[in-house]
């Protein structure tokens, strides 16, 4: 089959750093191709080089047989090749007419037709998002579907999706894959950018793996299992991406629940966890997961439900609370609510507890400060430049080990983590289930929320469902599938249980 794109012997360099060492790269058009690797593989350079944003040192780019010399962006959206990128450029004081035909908005403007013309292609996508609503008004998957409407507007026979589902629920990321299904129906030839394999094999039909700004091979889909392409991108099989498993044995409750409720989202959860043990919470996004955890936690207010510790009811109203009672949590938005960006590294990784670290008059004991961040960054394997620099430079995977390093010097007795490797790479995945596992074999005990079905599998000791604020059920490691995860998840139980429980 002809090729739609060739990508011949890409090379791209930053000063000393080799990012690109003559990759290869091909798409057919009416395929999806999903390109993989971990955070710094050079995909997403590839694909800024196919789209006109970078300019190769040497190589080749054809798009439907002909050589091109992308110098800038628009050279590459006029011929048709348009990037869907994770963080979205639209002007969101716009509508969303405006947005789709930015482009070629005339300066005598029909609104009627300007506006039915985005209806047509909107409504072409499977969804029906009102033409004259302001962007920012949008849910994100909305906004997505504009940008997917201003790529189609423009023609686009090239359309990569770069990490599309990470910032969506589920419902919404099954609607968009819907709609790749149908670009690749019309002839639009997709290139699929995910951390999430479990997506990549629904939807791709080939499949390439980067490592180390080269390409190391390109299967059909149908060809190989994930275990395969999680060797190809990291040397490691899925069993081994979870680490050994450290001998637990699990000791006495740690943490007990009993009918927590906020009066909305969180309806009468009760909920136990021992020393030793991860416990996983599953469902869909808007189930209540993060929800219950921030009430427990004391960033939400509880109105009715007991919080007991080691056995003892414990009054916790505020973060604060929580902290001085044993509680860490890694929350969902590490960006948001785990980090202060533009703090140093050492500043974010000792803020949970200072008391150690000053002195009699309250000021830092600043070598104090370094010997104790120092041993953490070891400790997680920190990949940094200086403990000095600001959070905001590290890769999210980096990112991520600063905030579990705050909590490891918390030293408390629960930790909860949400969605532990959201938008992190295979390799740092590893890294961090390795340390959710060391936790609880030194006799913590563990909470993990995640969308993803197989970090729960892989993880946990127990998976407990949730579905529209309640429990649902509860499923034991020889019953872990999906089937039997999303039927607890998405079915109405016939009557639902006062306890999920150890005991």
Same mark, same amino acid.
């Given at each position: 089959m002809d090729q739609l794109v060739e990508l011949t012997g890409i090379r791209k360099n930053f000063g000393g750093v080799k990012?690109?060492?003559?990759?290869?790269?091909?798409?057919?058009?009416?395929?999806?191709?999903?390109?993989?690797g971990e955070n710094g593989?050079?995909?997403?350079?590839?694909?800024?080089?196919?789209?006109g944003e970078y300019v190769p040192e040497a190589g080749t780019v054809k798009v439907g047989g002909d050589?091109?010399?992308?110098?800038?962006?628009?050279?590459?959206?006029?011929?048709?090749?348009?990037?869907?990128?994770?963080?979205?450029?639209?002007?969101?004081?716009?509508?969303?007419?405006?947005?789709?035909?930015?482009?070629?908005?005339?300066?005598?403007?029909?609104?009627?037709?300007?506006?039915?013309?985005?209806r047509e292609l909107i409504t072409s996508l499977g969804f029906n998002i009102n033409p004259g609503e302001t962007v920012s008004e949008l849910s994100?998957?909305?906004?997505?579907?504009?940008?997917?409407?201003?790529?189609?507007? #423009?023609?686009?026979? @090239?359309?990569?999706?770069?990490?599309?589902?990470?910032?969506? !629920?589920? +419902?919404?990321?099954?609607?968009l894959l819907g709609i790749i299904r149908s670009l690749r129906d019309r002839g639009v030839g997709v290139i699929y950018i995910s951390h999430r394999l479990d997506e990549v094999f629904r939807i791709a039909d080939r499949i390439t793996v980067m490592k180390d700004g080269a390409s190391v091979q390109t299967v059909e889909r149908s060809a190989v299992e994930i275990d395969d392409v999680i060797r190809m991108m990291v040397g490691r099989s899925l069993k081994a991406l979870f680490g050994e498993d450290v001998a637990r044995t699990p000791g006495d409750e740690v943490l007990?629940?009993?009918?927590?409720?906020?009066?909305n989202r969180v309806k009468g959860v009760s909920l136990s966890v021992r020393a030793g043990e991860i416990i996983g919470l599953?469902?869909?996004?808007?189930?209540? #997961?993060?929800?219950? @955890?921030?009430?427990?936690?004391?960033?939400?207010?509880?109105? !009715?439900? +007991?919080?007991?510790?080691?056995?003892?009811?414990?009054?916790i109203r505020t973060p604060v609370d929580a902290v001085n009672a044993g509680i860490g949590l890694v929350p969902e938005s590490r960006k948001e609510q785990g980090l202060i960006l533009d703090f140093p590294i050492r500043v974010n990784a000792t803020m949970a507890k200072l008391t150690p670290l000053v002195n009699l008059f309250g000021f830092i004991r600043r070598a104090a400060e370094k010997?104790?961040?120092?041993?953490?960054?070891?400790?997680l394997r920190l990949k940094a430049g200086s403990l000095n620099d600001p959070a905001s430079s590290l890769s999210g995977?980096?990112?991520?080990?600063?905030?579990?390093?705050?909590?490891?010097?918390?030293?408390?007795?629960?930790?909860?983590f949400d969605e532990p490797t959201r938008g992190v790479d295979v390799g740092a995945k590893t890294e961090i289930y390795s340390l959710i596992k060391s936790l609880a074999a030194e006799g913590r005990a563990v909470l993990v929320i995640s969308s993803e079905h197989l970090e729960l599998f892989g993880l946990c000791d127990r998976i407990l469902i949730m579905r529209e604020g309640q429990l649902t059920g509860s499923l034991e490691p020889e019953d872990y599938t999906e089937e039997k995860l999303l039927k607890l998840a998405m079915v109405a139980p016939k009557a639902q249980p006062q306890t999920v429980s150890n005991h």
């Open positions: 990012a690109l060492q003559g990759v290869d790269f091909g798409l057919r058009p009416g395929e999806v191709h999903a390109l993989l593989a050079g995909k997403s350079t590839l694909m800024r080089v196919l789209g050589v091109q010399h992308f110098r800038r962006p628009s050279d590459a959206l006029e011929k048709g090749i348009a990037i869907i990128h994770q963080e979205m450029a639209l002007a969101t004081d716009l509508t969303v007419a405006e947005n789709i035909f930015l482009s070629e908005i005339p300066s005598i403007i029909s609104w009627s037709d300007l506006n039915r013309r985005a994100v998957a909305h906004q997505q579907v504009v940008e997917i409407a201003k790529a189609l507007s #423009r023609n686009a026979r @090239v359309m990569v999706f770069d990490e599309p589902t990470a910032v969506l !629920s589920v +419902q919404d990321a099954e609607r007990r629940v009993e009918k927590l409720s906020d009066g599953g469902g869909l996004v808007g189930a209540g #997961r993060t929800e219950l @955890v921030r009430l427990i936690f004391g960033a939400e207010q509880a109105k !009715s439900g +007991q919080i007991f510790i080691h056995g003892k009811p414990v009054k010997a104790t961040v120092s041993d953490l960054a070891a400790k995977g980096n990112q991520q080990k600063v905030v579990l390093a705050k909590w490891f010097h918390a030293d408390g007795d629960i930790l909860i």
